[in-house]
């Protein structure tokens, strides 16, 4: 089991940045173990993946509407996965939530939320225009 906390949300002016960040707190399993993903939630539309990592942090992945934009990294040592978030639109506005699967469960789809078992509480980012 893993227990996520999202912060590093807030208001940010169309053209700017913010960094996010995810800090796990599993029990009996390494962070490093588990593959992790950023999701995010506007008002009155579905859940939208954003982007993923491998337990290893070798592999990313990445919604189109955010490739190239976004980064997504991780560090182990510190339990906690990044989103950093430049260039940022008013269409970017959403509830963001970090997500996590363990890496011993088999094949990944990491752009499904059905994909993904334990999920964090979420963090608002509003870009004004």
């Known amino acids: 089991q893993v227990q996520l906390v999202e912060s590093g949300g807030g208001l940010v002016q169309a053209g700017g940045s913010l960094r996010l960040s995810c800090t796990a707190s599993p029990s009996g399993r390494t962070f490093s173990s588990y593959r992790l993903g950023w999701f995010r939630q506007a008002p009155g539309k579905e859940r939208e993946f954003v982007a993923a990592?491998?337990?290893?942090?070798?592999?990313?992945y990445y919604g189109d509407s955010v490739k190239g934009r976004f980064t997504i990294s991780r560090d182990n040592a510190k339990n906690t996965v990044y989103l950093q978030m430049n260039s940022l639109k008013p269409e970017d506005t959403a509830v963001y939530y970090c997500?996590?699967?363990?890496?011993?469960?088999?094949?990944?789809?990491?752009?499904?939320?059905?994909?993904?078992?334990?999920w964090g509480q979420g963090t608002q980012v509003t870009v004004s225009s």
């Open positions: 997500a996590a699967v363990y890496s011993g469960g088999g094949n990944w789809a990491p752009r499904s939320p059905t994909n993904y078992r334990y």
């Open positions: 990592i491998s337990w290893t942090g070798g592999t990313t």
